[in-house]
Every structure is written in structure tokens, then in C-alpha cells.
């Protein structure tokens, strides 16, 4: 067995064991009665209401954590090749801040419900999110051409301003409203906002985005290799810039629009990977999608697990994130020598 299939099969055992001790371990019921009611939830079997209404949320928050995991981690594996810096993330066209700014207006606007389930909170966080996209775009993308140099710095720049906008929305807002915009901007699964409804929604959109980045993996390889060797290969560069950039930054928008902004996944999880399945973007971003399913899976399920075993809150999933990748981060920064 080659280190790829081993690697793939690590993986894929780990995703299933964390799934399974996600599904079992928790707060409300025990991990011996938890593993029966699940089998018996997908066997068709009928459940007490307490102990349906346990394995639903879990369950609900496993599909959270997944689909956030795998639209980071792809969304950071192909910006990185797209725009050639090894250091990009998801966010890094001003995605997170856009759907806070979205997130805290809705919230402090104190706005109800909105279609097919959906909050405001989610509807308002997408639109900030794509409007922040729309808003770099526009700026890179002079006389017909997208730079990818533009597009960075418009994106901290657009980052920035929508920053300064939460700023200004949590400094003349009451407490109780600050406090609620503060959890959504550490990216929590914790929400009861987080419905099983919204989080097929989200599937759905992640998988057409991802399924889309697999078909790209081949242009991708080529667009790693510089823009102009990518030309003359006989790539439509531009067009296939702005293709790659409009799934990312929708996954993106769809996985902070549920849960907030989850930093560190996509620039963690593609790198620790490359080193093992090699610079092919077709295995890099299948292995991507599981390693990073993986690790916010893992994250859930610890902050869940401690919260309940030393009875204190539940921690936002997006602060263990930052622990696991913040000194990973800068580990590469040194090893690149920026």
C-alpha cells in the first residue's frame, strides 16, 4: 500500500470514528444508550421525544461541523493554487467580515424568520458575504483582467471596512446584542439557529461547489505552475480565475452564514496534506475534504465533551480552530522565511 492510499484510508477511518463518537458522546443521554438510539433512529425505529431530540441536535451539529470542515479546506486548497500564495485562505477576500457586518445588522435589527426556515441572520450573513466578494472583484478586475495581486489587497482592504462597519454596529448596541454578535463571530455550532433544514441547504451548496473544484483539479495543477505557463497550455486563465474564485467564495459564504467564521481550516488542513499526497490537486482536494471534515468534527466534539465533563459553557469551535492553527500558521510563515 502507497503512502496516498494510506494516507486516504487514515483519513477516512479517522472522519468515521469521529463521526461515530460525535453521534454518541454528549450532554442528555449516555454514549451506550446514544449508540443505540442512533441505530434504531436509522433503522426506522420510533424514539422517546427526550432522547430523539438529544441525537437530532448531535446529529445536526455533525452535519454542521462537516460541511464547514470540507468547504474550508477545499475553498483554501484551490484559492491557494489559484492565486499562488500559500498563505491564502478562505476569508481572505473579505468573506468574514462581510457576513458578520450581515450577522450583527440582522441581530441588533432584532429581524424575525425568513424563508424556507432560514433566519435573518443567515439570509443577511450570506448577502454581506457575497456583497463583500462582489466588492473585490469589482475593484481587481480593471480593463478585463483580474489581478491576483488587486484582488488580495482589495480584499483586506474590503475585509478592513466591513470590520470598522461590526465595529460601529456593536458600539451602539445593547449588551445582551453585543454578547450575540461576539459567539457568531468565533464560529459557533452551538446555535439552536443551526436547523436540520439549514444545514441541507448548506450541503447541498457545498457539494455542488466542491464537485465542481474535483472537475477543476487538472487546471489547477497548471495554474500552480504561474499564469502565463498556464496560457499556453491552452487554459483560459481569466475565465477560469473568476470559475474557481465564485465556488470558493459561494461555499465560503454558505458554511459563515450557518455557523460563522471558522478560521485556520483552510490553510491547516491543505498544507499538512500536501506534504503527504503531493502537489495533484485532484487527491489534494478529496483528502482536503475529509481532513478537514475531520478536524472540525473533532473540534465539536471536544468542546462538547469538555463543556459537559467540567460543566462549564460550551466553547465556539472556531476558538479550538484557532489553537490547532494559529501556531501552525506561523510555523509556515518561518519555514517559508516571510
Not at 465533563?309 to 466553547?315: G, K, N, S, T
Request: charged fraction near 10%; charge should be positive; include cysteine.
Amino acid at each position: 500500500m502507497n503512502r496516498k492510499v494510506a494516507t486516504f484510508v487514515a483519513l477516512g477511518c479517522g472522519l468515521f470514528a469521529v463521526c461515530a463518537a460525535s453521534a454518541v458522546m454528549g450532554p442528555g443521554l449516555g454514549p451506550a444508550a446514544s449508540a443505540r438510539a442512533v441505530v434504531k433512529l436509522f433503522a426506522g425505529g420510533v424514539l422517546p421525544a427526550d432522547g430523539y431530540a438529544v441525537i437530532v441536535v448531535r446529529l445536526t451539529r455533525l452535519g454542521a461541523a462537516l460541511c464547514v470542515g470540507v468547504a474550508l479546506a477545499m475553498a483554501g486548497t484551490s484559492l491557494q493554487a489559484t492565486l499562488r500564495n500559500p498563505l491564502a485562505d478562505p476569508y481572505i477576500l473579505g468573506i468574514a467580515a462581510g457576513g458578520g457586518f450581515g450577522a450583527a445588522l440582522a441581530t441588533v435589527l432584532g429581524l424575525g424568520g425568513g424563508v424556507a426556515a432560514f433566519s435573518a441572520v443567515n439570509v443577511l450573513a450570506f448577502a454581506g458575504a457575497l456583497t463583500a466578494v462582489m466588492a473585490g472583484f469589482v475593484v481587481a478586475r480593471a480593463a478585463g483582467i483580474l489581478s491576483v495581486h488587486a484582488l488580495l489587497l482589495a480584499g483586506v482592504m474590503v475585509g478592513a471596512f466591513f470590520t470598522s462597519l461590526i465595529l460601529l454596529v456593536m458600539a451602539v448596541v445593547p449588551a445582551r446584542d453585543q454578547h450575540a454578535v461576539f459567539l457568531w463571530l468565533m464560529g459557533d455550532l452551538a446555535s439552536p439557529d443551526i436547523t436540520p433544514v439549514k444545514v441541507g441547504f448548506t450541503a447541498a451548496v457545498v457539494v455542488l461547489c466542491g464537485g465542481v473544484l474535483l472537475l477543476l483539479a487538472r487546471p489547477l495543477d497548471l495554474m500552480a505552475l504561474g499564469e502565463e505557463s498556464a496560457f499556453h497550455l491552452g487554459l483560459s486563465v481569466e475565465k477560469f480565475k473568476i470559475l474557481v474564485l465564485g465556488c470558493a467564495a459561494l461555499a465560503t459564504a454558505s458554511v459563515v452564514a450557518l455557523a460563522g467564521p471558522i478560521g485556520f481550516v483552510g490553510i491547516v488542513v491543505p498544507h499538512a496534506l500536501r506534504r503527504v499526497i503531493g502537489p495533484r490537486h485532484l487527491p489534494l482536494l478529496a483528502a482536503a475534504a475529509i481532513g478537514g471534515a475531520a478536524l472540525v468534527a473533532v473540534g465539536d466534539a471536544l468542546v462538547r465533551v469538555t463543556a459537559d465533563y467540567f460543566d462549564i459553557p460550551i466553547v465556539p469551535v472556531g476558538v479550538f480552530t484557532a489553537l490547532v492553527g494559529a501556531p501552525y500558521f506561523l510555523a509556515i510563515l518561518r519555514k517559508k522565511g516571510y
